[in-house]
């Protein structure tokens, strides 16, 4: 699978004990518009998320940060050949002014996730029914 990170000063999020269901909420209304499914999993509040360049243990690729351009203009193979290596350099910081549309979808999202119940990580996270699922 692949992680997409969007840098948070895009939308300048606010701190809260619930930021994780935040987020959650957040991606999963941009994979929706996207037309794409994600594993909602990774969003708990104790997750870990690897440092950019080390090394999965299982695929012994690494997680290497691309920009927008590279992700548009390669194929799944030279992506996938480019994850072998470390990246030599680090990506620009964005320092743009925050976006609208990010905006107006972080509120939503925190409007949304505000009203859902309380659910514990055991009872909301199923398994997979296969490849290219959503896990809820």
């Known amino acids: 699978g692949f992680h997409v990170g969007i840098p948070s000063n895009m939308w300048n999020p606010k701190a809260s004990p619930i930021f994780h269901k935040y987020v959650r ?16 999993g990774v969003f ?24 927008g351009e590279e992700i548009r203009s390669s194929s799944l193979e030279e992506i996938l050949d480019l994850a072998q290596k470390p990246r030599p350099k680090e990506l620009p910081v964005f320092d743009g002014h925050p976006i609208p549309t990010l905006v107006s979808l972080w509120e939503k ?28």
């Open 25 to 40: 909420e957040f991606c999963s209304g941009i994979a929706k518009a996207a037309g794409a499914c994600i594993d909602t």
């Open 44 to 67: 708990s509040r104790l997750r870990s998320l690897r440092a950019p360049n080390t090394i999965h243990p299982k695929t012994d690729l690494r997680k290497r940060p691309f920009d």
């Open 109 to 136: 999202a925190v409007k949304d996730a505000d009203t859902l119940p309380f659910r514990t990580m055991t009872s909301s996270r199923k398994h997979s029914s296969g490849p290219g699922k959503i896990f809820a």
